[in-house]
Antibody
Framework: QLQLLESGPGLVKPSVTLSLTCTVSGDSISTGNYFWGWIRQPPGKGLEWIGS???????YYNPSLKSRVTISVDTSKNQFSLKLSSVTAADTSVFYC???????????????WGQGTMVTVSS | DIQMTQSPSTLSASVGDRVTITCRASQSISTWLAWYQQKPGKAPKLLIY???SLESGVPSRFSGSGSGTEFTLTIRSLQPDDFATYYCQQYDNYWTFGQGTKVEIK
């Protein structure tokens, strides 16, 4: 069945760019019927959508993070990636990747999630 | 942007209880509302989409209702596996989550 797995450094220094990758297995990321999203959750807090991408390159970004976020897709590796620049301690979170079915033309809910990866921003 | 407000923040209940969680949107979102369950250390799990549609494999004791700005998640008879945190999420305009409701053992 479909599985998503996040990977990346668990510790990054303030002001650098955080980079994470989500590897999709069990189906092709290029099916066209899905977007692929990133969501984060600071320790003990709620969920925040970061952004989503379609294999065609269409992206949606959270307006509050848009200036710092880049999401890209690599169909040859069946992966999509997140870059978050100029990180601070406030960006310390568990980062999840997730699948979003397409509703007509726009992404829908998050129906399948990765297990999440904890990233701490600290010097 | 659309704000989602859940109540209560914490709910104490016993096995067998009927539990209701409310979610309010800052503006009308039609029925573009989902509910998720999250257990400690785990990813959220989709329970309900389009306000009242049950995701495949989710027990029928879970149900959702509402439209516009007010929505509810009901657990008909709380089971031990249901103690968790529940989040609503709108997907009418981008994607935003409520702050969560923790269902704990009374």
């Amino acid at each position: 069945q479909l599985q998503l797995l996040e990977s990346g450094p668990g510790l990054v220094k303030p002001s650098v760019t955080l980079s994470l990758t989500c590897t999709v297995s069990g189906d092709s990321i290029s099916t066209g019927n899905y977007f692929w999203g990133w969501i984060r959750q600071p320790p003990g807090k709620g969920l925040e959508w970061i952004g989503s991408i379609h294999y065609s390159g269409t992206t949606y970004y959270n307006p509050s993070l848009k200036s710092r976020v880049t999401i890209s897709v690599d169909t040859s590796k069946n992966q999509f990636s997140l870059k978050l620049s100029s990180v601070t301690a406030a960006d310390t979170s568990v980062f999840y990747c997730a699948r979003q079915p397409v509703e007509v033309v726009t992404p829908d809910v998050f129906d399948i999630w990765g297990q999440g990866t904890m990233v701490t921003v600290s010097s | 942007d659309i704000q989602m407000t859940q109540s209560p923040s914490t709910l104490s209940a016993s096995v067998g209880d009927r539990v209701t969680i409310t979610c309010r949107a800052s503006q009308s979102i039609s029925t573009w509302l989902a509910w998720y369950q999250q257990k400690p250390g785990k990813a959220p799990k989709l329970l309900i989409y389009k306000a009242s549609s049950l995701e495949s494999g989710v027990p029928s004791r879970f149900s959702g209702s509402g439209s516009g700005t007010e929505f509810t998640l009901t657990i008909r008879s709380l089971q031990p596996d249901d103690f968790a945190t529940y989040y609503c999420q709108q997907y009418d305009n981008y994607w935003t989550f409520g702050q969560g409701t923790k269902v704990e053992i009374k």
